[in-house]
């Protein structure tokens, strides 16, 4: 089963904020990331935490983590139609490379 | 843009023949990585390499085998495909270790009929 999990669809107006959930099951995970996949290409890493962290903020994004309950989410203020994109929620769980991947969050936005 | 080529983009093969992908960087990196993605499983990291001929196995290595003979390519082979690997498979690199940033390719896609 999937060791990372979120919800398979989002749609927002224009302008609204996006708030995209993910919950993990390793509380070994030390990294948390977040990926963006635009049509027809790869991903691009987005944002990271640290788990000693509750929250990061960079520009429109905000990054919340609560280790009790294992839960991530990315909130994307302003939300725009080039935010259209699949969301990836990822682990890495000794700060390395091999990250576990959750199923994506497809975000639609509109006009 | 991280220089990462994949090749071929697309691919449409029949069951048991043999495939390679090939995976191209022009960044010197050390690490490299396959993953495939499909409807509901996110990304899942088939082999992965940390050097020139050093590979290991990911999550779901069955079926497939990897060879890195240079830095710059990591190669991906199914020796005889089969329709479970109908898929699209992404390499992706990383110049150290405990960065947590993977650079990705811009996928293959692969149908096995």
């Known amino acids: 089963g999937e060791d990372v999990e979120q919800s398979l669809f989002l749609s927002v107006r224009e302008g609204d904020s996006s708030v995209i959930n993910c919950t993990y099951t390793?509380?070994?995970?030390?990294?948390l990331y977040w990926y963006k996949q635009e049509p027809g290409a790869g991903l691009q890493l987005l944002t990271y935490?640290?788990?000693?962290?509750d929250m990061k903020q960079d520009q429109r994004l905000t990054v919340l983590l609560n280790k009790k309950d294992k839960h991530l989410s990315l909130r994307i203020a302003d939300t725009q139609t080039g935010d259209s994109a699949i969301y990836f929620c990822?682990?890495?769980?000794?700060?390395?490379?091999?990250?576990?991947f959750g199923g994506g969050t497809r975000l639609m936005v509109k006009p | 843009d991280a220089g990462i080529t994949q090749s071929p983009r697309h691919k449409v093969t029949e069951t048991g023949t043999p495939v390679t992908l090939r995976c191209h960087q022009t960044?010197?990196?050390?690490?490299m990585y396959w993953y495939r993605q499909d409807p509901g499983h996110g990304l899942r990291l088939i082999h992965y390499?940390?050097?020139?001929?050093?590979?290991d196995k990911g999550e779901v290595s069955d079926g497939y085998s990897v060879s890195r003979s240079k830095t710059e390519d990591f190669l991906l082979t199914l020796e005889s495909a089969t329709s479970s690997q109908t898929s699209v498979y992404f390499c992706?690199?990383?110049?150290?270790?405990?960065?947590?940033?993977?650079?990705f390719g811009e996928g293959s896609r692969l149908t096995v009929l």
């Open positions: 390499s940390y050097g020139v001929k050093d590979t």
């Open positions: 990822a682990e890495s769980r000794n700060a390395g490379n091999m990250l576990t």
């Open positions: 935490i640290f788990s000693n962290m």
């Open positions: 992706a690199i990383s110049p150290g270790e405990f960065t947590g940033e993977l650079f």
């Open positions: 390793d509380s070994s995970s030390t990294y």
């Open positions: 960044e010197n990196h050390r690490y």
